[in-house]
Structure formats: C-alpha cells, structure tokens
C-alpha cells in the first residue's frame, strides 16, 4: 500500500510487503457535468455470521503510531490512514472506480459555479458520534481551523499538515462559512478546476469531533494539544466510523472493535486486529498456522503459496493506483542537489535501471514499469494514451556515453568531474527480501555506469521521518516508497509533489514543469480540454523525471477462506478498505 490518504500520501512500501487488497466497492456516481453531485450511493446485500475476529497484517516492521484524521508530514502513511478510516468517516469516500462514494462519505453532495470560486458542501445529517450527538458543519469548521493553523510555517512540531500547499489548502482559501448544520460555503481566491478541487482540496476536511476536542481557547494551543495527543490511539474516544479502539501496543497489535452507534452498515464480527509483523517470514508461519487470516505474500516467496493455498486460502494480485519511484535529495542544502538538478544525470540513473527485469526475475512479473507519473495499472482516464513508449529504457552503456558527453570520466570506477563525484547513498525499506533484492540489483546495475552506490536499510517509519526531513542529507538516494493517490491529493496532477513548492516533494524544481501543473488546476469548459492540459502535464514529467521511476508492485493478497468480503470492499486502489463489510464464517 503506498503511502497514506494522501494519506500515501506519499507512501514508502516495503518491497512485496504492502498489504494493498483491492475490490470493487460500492461505485455510486461520480460528481456530474452540470455541477451536482447525488448521493445515491449503494451497498452489496450479504448474509455475514456475526462474531469471529479479522486478523489484519501489517507490512513488516510497520508500526501504527498517528491516530488523528488529519496527519503531518512525518507520520502521513497509507498504514496510520488505514486505521484511522475505521473509526472517522472522511468527507468525501473515494471508491475502486475511483469516484466519490457517496453513501461512505459524510457529504450527500456538492453543488458548484461555472467559475469554479464558490462550493456547497451539504452533510448527510444521518451520520453520528459514538456519543449520539450529530456530526455538523462545526465539526467540519473545527477542522478547517486546525488545518490553517497546523499549516503556518512557524506551526509546532509536531506539524506542519501534511496537506499544506495541496488543493488550494489552506491559502488558495477565501472564506469557509458554515451556512447551517449541514451546508458549509467555501469560496476559493480564484477560480479552479472543479474537480481538481473537491479531490484535493474539500476531501482533506475530514470531520474531528469539536465538542470532544476544540477545548482550547487559543487555536495554538489547540494545535499543540492536538498534536501531543495524536500518537495515542486510545486519544480516540468519540469517534463516526464504523469501529472504536479497544487497545494499542505498538510493535505488536493494534485492536478494533464495531461502533454500536454506527449509522451506517455494522460490522458484525468481534473485533480488527491490526498486527505487527517483524518480517515477511514471521508474516508467513503466521498465515500458515491461521493466526493471520487477510495478510501477504511477499513474492520472494512465490513458489511456497502451496503450503497457504492446499488449506484453501486464496491469492489475488492487486494494484493500486499509484506511482513507485526512487528518490533523489535534491532539498536545497543538499550535497547531492547540484548534481541531481542535471537533467542528464536523471536520465543516466533512469536507463540504469532494469525496471523489467526487476518485475521479471525479483517480482515475479507481479509488477507494471512505470513510465510517468499515472500507472497504467489500474486502468483509467489519467493515462495518455499516445504515452505508449518508455522514453529512458535500460541501456547502461547510452547511460554512461550521456555522462561522458557531459565530461565525467571513470576514476577508480567512479564517474569523477572535477571533485565531483557519483557517488551515494541508497536508504531502502528494510524487512523484505525482495526489497532488498531490488536495492541490490539497482546498485550492481549503476556501478557498470560508473555510479557508486552503498545501501543502508532502515524501517519503514525511519524512512519516512528521514525523507519527509528537508535537513537531513545523510542519504541521496532513497528508493522503495512511492505515492498512492489517495490523499491529501487524489486528483493525480502531480502538486503535491513536482511542483516547486511541493509538500511531498524532494526538492526538484523546474518552472515549466509548474506552469503545467497550474494548467491543471485551471477550470475548462469541455472534459477534452481538461485532459489535454492534464495530458500535456503528464508527457512532460515523464521526460523531466523529478523521480526516477520504477514498478507498480501488485500485492499478493492472501485471505483465508472463512474471510469474506475483504476483497470486494477493499477499494484498493486506494488503499482503504471498508472493513465493516468483512466478516468471518465459522
């Protein structure tokens, strides 16, 4: 699974270690050309046995340790987000379809201008706190103040949001007005693309309950308190999801049990438990001994499914829609930066990578090469469909004759210019052989172009506090992680993370490279001239590489055969399953 609702956000996955189950949920009409959006939203009709436990598991050595609907920079993972989904309905539910879901979402609808300046948000008034009192537009401001505040540059660690500067979010913003108990007004400072704007700017205003936690006079204070209580699951006490913490152990399980007062579908069973899994092997005996029943199959393992599927468990590939990359630390201050910031030392590095021999022989060829930033894999209206050519295929020699044209020569090995030299510093997930593996080939591939690379495993959090830390240069290189477009921006025109003031970025810049994206954002009066700027955006970043790309890795999902529904109401291409539907026969 990437990265969270974004948040994944960005996402770091462990290699085969992403625990991604994808479905097809509900797919209830996405918003309509002539501004509206319905709410008829419907769910499947299943004769679930009540009791029984889910037992989840996560990716190895993932530790759950952000609990608010709203998350920072350094905690924003699919993982936390998953969670949390349990227990807080978002505004806006995003289904497999990759449309609104309405009947999953607190909003019934949003209605906006032609201009793409004024939205109406209006709430389902069915929805509820576990306390019985009524989710409301001030639930809805309260978290708009937090997230204004929880994004000022000087806001207190341990912010800032991590959605700042996506969506329009919060400075595009011009008023935020609640006009009742169900309608909220938001008027932008200019016009936007109205879709760019429900999927990445209204879809981070996922309701908190105020009456439990806006106690605070002074928002600062608000925000500190906030944030001081966000690594404690058991901080979570009024909740509108479908579940509610019982208990928290980090490093070991994290468990749920059904909200009573839930006011949509019920869980039936006893209790989610999200488990901790040292490594991909531990993962295994546990699946084989029936103390896992939804977990993974790391593909390093392929070849062994028999010993899970001869007691009638179930494999299925799943993909999510998202991008996996390797990151450069091009962050201003940065050792690495100057080099990095040539174009011809991307497209180097990019042709020293065997995307499709890293999905044949280490992923089994349970996995897609990206070529740009929208996968092929799911299928959508994203991809250009003239974008059909890898524009930096494997060639190591042309990688090493480009640094050579551009005056680098081996020395020692090494592609020396001056007293610059390619060498660096590769961080990768640690926990999965076949992350590993990949980290491996990649290193051995680019040290025949004469890039001399050492590898440094560190778990997954570790990752993602080091990557999401513009200060910290002790790494240059980073691979194994990856964006899910599920949050804070789900429309995939790429802010979040190209642009120049990208939250989720590592330092690239590159002036066209925002003029198109802004393009994006931009309302147009037909679907085709949207998607001609979209696509004009896409071309480009493919060919400029503010990453370097790799594969969209499948998830080798295993379910046990007294497990029902967790593939059908996954909604894995974006990573956030509605567990509510799941339940367990006897």
């Known amino acids: 699974m990437a990265l969270r609702k974004s948040v994944l956000s960005a996402i770091a996955v462990a290699a ?46 993932t530790n759950l340790n952000w609990f608010l609907p709203i998350t920072n920079a350094a905690d924003d993972s699919v993982y936390n987000t998953q969670f949390v989904y349990q227990m807080y309905k ?69 912010w800032p949001f991590v959605g700042a500067g996506t969506g329009d979010i919060p400075n595009g913003i011009a008023s935020v007005v609640p006009n009742n108990a169900n309608e909220v007004t938001i008027t932008l400072k200019k016009p936007a693309n109205q879709q760019w704007f429900i999927y ?30 966000a690594t404690n699951a058991m901080f979570d006490t009024v909740v509108d999801g479908p579940f509610k913490v019982q208990s928290a152990t980090p490093s070991q399980s994290w468990v749920l049990v ?42 390093s393992q392929l070849g062994s499914e028999g010993a899970l599927t001869s007691m009638g468990d179930k494999m299925t590939p799943l993909y ?16 690495s930066k100057s080099i990095f910031d040539q174009l011809y030392v991307r497209q180097a590095l990019q042709m020293g990578i065997d995307n499709v021999g890293i999905s044949k022989y280490i992923w089994k060829s349970y996995a897609v090469p990206i070529d740009g930033p929208i996968p092929t894999v799911p299928k959508t209206q ?7 050519t ?23 090995g090494v592609m020396t210019n001056g007293n610059q030299q390619l060498k660096f510093t590769m961080i990768y997930v640690s926990g999965s052989t076949s992350s590993t593996d990949t980290a491996v080939l990649m290193k051995q591939d680019w040290a025949n172009e004469g890039v001399d690379v050492t590898l440094k495993p560190v778990p997954f959090s570790t990752y993602l506090s080091m990557t999401a830390n513009q200060k910290d240069h002790s790494w240059q290189l980073a691979t194994g992680s990856g964006w899910d477009y599920n949050g804070p921006g789900f429309y995939p025109s790429g802010g979040q993370l190209f642009s120049s003031t990208a939250p989720s970025g590592t330092g690239f810049a590159d002036p066209q490279e925002d003029a198109l994206i ?31 790309w790799g594969n969209n890795v499948a998830t080798l999902d295993i379910t046990a055969p007294t497990v029902h529904g967790a593939i059908q109401y996954a909604d894995a291409a974006v990573g956030f399953p509605q567990m509510q539907y799941w339940w367990v026969s006897k």
Not at 383 to 388: F, G, R
Request: aromatic share 12%.
């Open 90 to 158: 978002p505004l806006l539910w995003i289904n497999n379809q990759y449309q609104i879901n309405w009947n999953s979402s607190i909003a019934s609808k949003i209605t906006y201008n032609s201009a793409g300046t004024v939205y109406h948000v209006f709430l389902n008034p069915k929805w509820k706190w576990s306390n019985g009192q009524p989710v409301t537009s001030k639930d809805v401001m309260f978290t708009w103040n937090v997230i204004k505040a929880a994004s000022a540059s000087n806001a207190p660690t341990p």
């Open 16 to 61: 085969g270690s992403t625990l991604l189950v994808a479905g097809c949920g509900s797919s209830p009409a996405s918003p309509t050309s002539n501004g509206t959006a319905n709410s008829n939203g419907t769910t499947a009709n299943a004769q679930p046995t009540p009791g029984g436990t889910i037992q989840y598991a996560l990716p190895s050595q």
């Open 258 to 299: 059904p909200n009573k007062n839930y006011a949509g579908h019920k869980s039936v069973v006893d209790k989610v438990v999200f488990n901790y899994e040292g490594s991909s092997t531990a993962e295994f005996a546990a699946l084989k001994t029936g103390n896992i029943n939804v977990g993974y199959l790391d593909p």
């Open 390 to 412: 890898n524009p930096y295929p494997y060639n190591l020699a042309q990688g090493m004759k480009l640094l050579e044209l551009h005056g680098w020569k081996k020395v020692n």
């Open 200 to 229: 990445n700017g209204i879809i981070q205003l996922v309701p908190m309950p105020a009456a439990a936690w806006d106690i605070h006079k002074n928002i600062t204070n608000e925000i500190k308190y906030l944030g001081a209580n």
């Open 518 to 548: 802004q393009a994006t954002h931009t309302p147009y009066a037909t679907t085709q001239q949207t998607m001609q700027q979209f696509f004009a955006y896409e071309d480009y970043t493919a060919k400029i590489l503010p990453f370097l």
């Open 382 to 388: 994203f991809i250009d469909p003239t974008l059909n």
């Open 320 to 335: 999510s829609f998202g991008i996996f990359w390797t990151e450069m630390n091009m962050w201003p201050g940065s050792p």
